[in-house]
């Protein structure tokens, strides 16, 4: 009996001693920290490179260059004839200090932007932006690094004439120009268009503002310009659903774009029949389209 009371005492003490087990506090979920904001992309590193005999017959290449730097932009102009050279230079200067790579080239020039396009695949290093114009037939496919190839050419040009393709897996932005319409165009003239460099300075300019696209939506345009008229230099295609009504007119009208992109494009006369649930291939403009100006209203008859 004794040792049963003290058995009883211990337990007791031992219970009292024991401080009571409390709840654990209820987790309060927390929202993850924003991320913190994109960096700016630092300026593009722009290479020109003229073809053969470019102090005479590229001289578009030098006067592109300097309506590039007087918009702040660093474009140094090259003999297509150190292409690799340049090449190198361009790879080691992006491993040092990564900036988005514009290449442009006519002619040879145009054959030497895809050779350093090739070089940095291999480097793994994209490449932001390629213009060739009217590239030697030569030229090789367009890599899969990329991003956006333009290619303004003559396809009956003897001296250039190159109908660049891309590589087949090719996801970024794609879009041709045969000029052969134009009478008024030849290779020796066609890197000299002051409406061409004005595009392609806005362009460089846009680059780093444009919007994001998914590289499904990214459509390939080939056109083949029509005479006398002034190209627009789109970059790719984005695929617009038909709603009831619609016409290739009013898809035109609406989008801002020549109807005659929309005939070529989907392989349709200008006044073909559609039907709602269709898509069609529309050019995509780099940034949104400034909304048209207001036209002015003329008093009515008898007011000054």
């Known amino acids: 009996m ?3 009371v003290a058995l009883l ?3 007791n003490g031992i219970a009292v001693a024991s401080p009571a087990k409390s709840k654990r506090p209820a987790v309060t979920a927390t929202a993850p920290p924003p991320a913190p904001p994109a960096e700016p992309l630092p ?8 073809g053969a005999m470019g102090p005479i017959f590229s001289t578009g290449m030098d006067r592109l260059s300097e309506k590039l730097t007087q918009a702040g932009f660093s474009a140094d102009v090259y003999e297509f004839t150190i292409c690799r050279l ?8 992006y491993k040092e200090s990564p900036a988005p790579i514009v290449l442009i080239g006519h002619s040879m020039g145009g054959l030497c932007s895809v050779v350093i396009s090739e070089m940095a695949a291999k480097e793994n290093i994209p490449i932001s932006l390629v213009i060739a114009i009217d590239p030697a037939h030569a030229t ?11 290619n303004i050419f003559l396809s009956d040009s003897v001296l250039g004439g190159g109908d660049v393709v891309a590589v087949p897996g090719f996801r970024g932005h794609y879009a041709s120009y045969d000029l052969k319409e134009n009478s008024r165009v030849s290779h020796i003239n066609i890197e000299k268009s002051d409406d061409i460099h004005r595009q392609i300075v806005e362009m460089v300019t846009q680059l780093p503002r444009i919007p994001p696209q998914a590289q499904a939506d990214a459509v390939p345009l080939r056109y083949l310009v029509p005479a006398d008229t002034l190209v627009e230099l789109w970059d790719s295609g984005v695929r617009v659903p038909v709603r009831r009504g619609d016409t290739l007119e009013s898809i035109a009208a609406a989008n801002r774009v020549p109807l005659w992109t929309l005939a070529q494009s989907n392989s349709l006369a200008e006044n073909a029949q559609l039907t709602p649930g269709q898509t069609i291939i529309v050019p995509r403009h780099l940034t949104p389209p400034e909304p048209p100006a207001a036209l ?4 009515p008859a008898g007011r000054k």
């Open 2 to 4: 004794l040792a049963a």
């Open 9 to 11: 005492a211990l337990s």
């Open 43 to 50: 300026p593009p590193k722009i290479y020109l490179f003229r």
């Open 86 to 93: 340049i090449g190198n230079r361009a790879i080691a200067s």
């Open 140 to 150: 090789g496919d367009v890599p899969l690094n990329v991003e956006r190839f333009i």
């Open 296 to 299: 002015a209203t003329p008093p």
